[in-house]
Nanobody
């Protein structure tokens, strides 16, 4: 059974950095495409970043220049490096991934940024 699990969240001060991970397990198939989203309290979920099978990346305008996606094929994991974090970046960060032709969602990881 395929599982997608996020990790790496936590509490940081404004200006700090976090590296989130989105890992797929339970399949021999690699993550083809992965998307990151975030949802702050009282807000709708919003798109953050995407990486495709060619390792091409897309970022939301609100995060360009402060985040970067990468992947580690051996671990079947996609990483979201976030720098210069701001209090308004506090949210639950979730990823979904296409693995073996199907889309799977993780449960999310909490990021708290204090001023």
């Amino acid at each position: 059974q395929v599982q997608v699990v996020e990790s790496g969240g936590g509490s940081v001060q404004a200006g700090g950095s976090l590296r989130l991970a989105c890992a797929a397990s339970g399949s021999t198939f690699r993550i083809v495409v992965a998307n990151w989203y975030r949802q702050a309290p009282g807000n709708q979920r919003e798109f953050v970043a995407r990486i495709n099978s060619n390792d091409d990346t897309n970022y939301a305008d609100s995060v360009k220049g402060r985040i970067a996606l990468s992947r580690e094929h051996a671990q079947n994991t996609v990483f979201l490096q976030m720098n210069s974090l701001k209090p308004k970046n506090t949210a639950v960060y979730s990823c979904n991934a296409i693995v073996g032709g199907r889309l799977y969602w993780g449960r999310g990881t909490q990021v708290n940024v204090s001023s």
